[in-house]
């Protein structure tokens, strides 16, 4: 007892919070077992999925039998990115639900893989792991061609971003630094069959598969009685990275705030009629108990980068290309952030030029030899463009009219 409460004490204030479900925390303090309101048992396993980058993968039994005393099968949310580092600590932990909580268990009694998204961090474990239990991968649809075929997804991805950097006016000679630095490169991960490609809107039992597309054109996000999983969607202290949707289809802003703002109404409808909060169990960071809350807050982050965005257009002598404003909001010094950088601020000047807030300001001289666009504000009261975000979506609407969005992203009735 004394160790586990030194353990707990070690975990971060918001970490602990999981307490909330009654769960205990593994000796090493890399893996919590979790309890719904119904008694379902969700495991919360911490891995190294990238250098400097940890991650949560969940195992819960076969949601067809979740209360079942001893699963003879177990669901996986997530492999890890199948780094060295990576697997090891799934491994590990598997071995501690095994010794610290569920005689039963063994790792070659995973039946499933099933994958928020497609991002290495998430399913490039998936052929080990597949390899070594057999068990089947399961993906959406718009995901799959990346998990099963990820060499011929990479090669096409890397020439699409090249023409996206020329237009973002990154010099020729630093655009295949930064593309390696990103990383999306052929034999960084190793493709696996899809057994089953999914759609959102699915029930396997108990759980409920949701499409919630933004941050990657497939994102999926598996609710379990009253806790969700919800990959890269929402997470606890960061903003999600977002994409522009002319380098990754149905992604973009207005994609990414419509799933938030699906997920909040799921959560609100989770508290009316199961008279509990729907905890979120993101991929990185902390679970979320308060989901409409941190959807609120994430907007007005958006809010604020666009803020930012239109003052360093008005304060700069000339019209600036994409890679200038990515450069002036957010240098690091890190060549490995800087795509993630670009394609943040591409994804806002997408959104807003959509809008008529942003204009391209030298549309008479870009060229298939001169693609770089150059923008400027195109609004006169600056004032008017804060809200952009929320007054396109009313995301913290008084005025909500929840059926539309509820039934289009798949969360309206059963
Ligand atoms: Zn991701
Ligand atoms: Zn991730």
């Avoid at 969700?42 to 400097?52: E, H, K, N, W």
């Avoid at 995901?143 to 997804?153: A, D, G, I, Y």
């Avoid at 600036?320 to 950088?341: C, D, H, K, Q, V």
Wanted: hydrophobic residues 40%; proline residues 5%.
């Amino acid at each position: 007892m004394e160790e586990r409460t030194t353990t707990a004490n070690r975990l971060d204030a918001a970490t602990r919070r999981v307490e909330i479900f009654g769960d205990e925390v593994s000796s090493d303090g890399r893996v919590e077992r979790l309890r719904t309101r119904a008694g379902f048992v969700v495991y919360r396993i911490q891995a190294r999925v990238l250098p400097f980058l940890p991650g949560s993968i969940y195992l819960f039994a076969d949601p067809g039998e979740p209360l079942a005393s001893r699963p003879s099968e177990y669901w996986l949310i997530d492999a890890g990115s199948g780094s060295d580092e990576s697997n090891a600590d799934l491994e590990s932990a598997f071995r501690t639900i095994r010794e610290e909580f569920e005689p039963g268990f063994a790792s070659e009694k995973i039946k499933r893989i099933l994958l928020t998204h497609s991002h290495i961090d998430h399913f490039g474990g998936a052929n080990e792991l597949r390899r070594r239990t057999g068990a089947e991968v399961w993906t959406h649809a718009f995901e799959s061609r990346v998990v099963s075929s990820f060499n011929e997804q990479a090669c096409v991805s890397n020439v699409r971003s090249f023409h996206f950097l020329r237009e973002a006016g990154v010099p020729e000679a630093e655009i295949s630094g930064i593309l390696d630095g990103f990383g999306f490169r052929p034999g960084r991960a190793k493709s696996t069959p899809v057994a089953k490609t999914l759609l959102g809107g699915e029930k396997f039992g108990a759980l409920r598969t949701f499409y919630l597309p933004g941050h990657s054109p497939g994102h999926l996000a598996f609710q379990l009685d009253d806790v969700i999983l919800t990959g890269d969607l929402l997470l606890s202290k960061t903003l999600t990275q977002i994409w522009p949707s002319r380098t990754t289809p149905r992604a973009g802003v207005w994609n990414y705030v419509r799933s938030l703002r699906a997920l909040a109404r799921l959560a609100e409808r989770c508290e009316r009629t199961l008279g509990r909060k729907l905890v979120a169990l993101p991929g990185h960071e902390a679970p979320i108990f308060d989901v409409p809350n941190r959807v609120r807050q994430v907007v007005r982050g958006m809010e604020r980068r666009n803020a930012r965005l239109f003052a360093l257009l008005e304060e700069a002598e000339e019209p600036l290309t994409t890679f200038e404003i990515a450069r002036r909001m957010y240098w690091s010094g890190r060549p490995n952030r800087e795509f993630f950088a670009i394609s943040d601020v591409a994804a806002r000047l997408e959104f807003l030029q959509q809008l008529g807030l942003i204009s391209v300001a030298n549309y008479d001289e870009i060229s298939v030899a001169k693609p770089t666009f150059r923008f400027r504000n195109s609004f006169s009261d600056a004032e008017a463009a804060e809200n952009t975000v929320e007054q396109v979506f009313g995301v913290n609407g008084a005025d909500d009219e929840p059926d539309a969005i509820e039934r289009d992203a798949n969360l309206g009735g059963d």
